[in-house]
């Protein structure tokens, strides 16, 4: 029998509910951030690379994680829908930086959201996170969202930032040395096959394809059907 390595993901559990349960304590303890090159790409490819890897937050309660499960990607130049599309500001700076970094911004008045930014310096494209499967530090999560553990810790950008405990100091944070960062590791997509649609919410731009999720998976925050599969590779542009 084939030994699991200490990064390889535990099998998937649920518990009597149907909720997901962490695969094991400490899954990101081994692991190293993403390099910057990663980021520096198209944002549609990264958009669509970032599902099935782990998005990790340290803070002095403690380290919490997630699989990324849903993106969109957002381009300045050619995109009404970006925050970036009418030039620069002092609330989108961050986007026009290096890629590897995060935008955090607040939204409604009410919540903070996490984009990972993108491209060559000044192009101000980034990938918002819209969903993670919860992976380590679930109680942390459950106490900061005030609801038990399961699927909808962390489904929807702004939960996303509640449940990593994101705030305005976020801003800025280089993601190739955290305390925000996602693990230089394998995709670990369990069998989901990637799907893409318009993205969601937007009176401009809402029909541009650049929302990526796992189909199937409980914890994508908007449709999860299977329709409009995308294999790796295909339908992405350069």
């Known amino acids: 029998m084939k030994r699991r390595s200490a990064t390889d993901p535990a099998p998937r559990r649920r518990g009597a509910s149907g909720a997901l349960t962490p695969r094991r304590r400490g899954a990101s303890e081994t692991l190293t951030p993403l390099p910057r090159a990663f980021y520096h790409r198209h944002a549609v490819r990264v958009a669509r690379d970032l599902l099935g890897r782990l998005l990790v937050c340290d803070s002095a309660e403690g380290r919490v994680a997630g699989l990324i499960v849903e993106t969109e990607a957002y381009r300045a130049a050619v995109d009404p829908a970006s925050h970036a599309f009418r030039g620069r500001t002092a609330r989108n700076a961050v986007m026009f930086g290096p890629p590897g970094h995060a935008y955090v911004y607040f939204i409604y008045g009410a919540h903070f959201c996490v984009n990972l930014v993108t491209e060559r310096e000044g192009s101000a494209s980034a990938v918002l996170i819209r969903a993670l499967e919860p992976r380590e530090g679930l109680a942390l999560m459950a106490r900061r969202r005030g609801i038990p553990p399961g699927p ?41 096959k990637v799907a893409r649609s318009p993205r969601i919410g937007l009176r401009l731009g809402a029909e541009t394809p650049w929302r990526f999720f796992l189909a199937g998976h409980p914890c994508v925050s908007g449709p999860r059907g299977r329709a409009r599969l995308a294999r790796a590779g295909s339908a992405v542009s350069r």
């Open 152 to 192: 909808a810790l962390a489904r929807g950008p702004g939960n996303v930032g509640r449940a990593l405990g994101l705030a305005r100091a976020h801003n800025g944070i280089d993601l190739t040395r955290g305390p925000l960062w996602v693990a230089d590791a394998p995709a670990g997509r369990e069998g989901f």
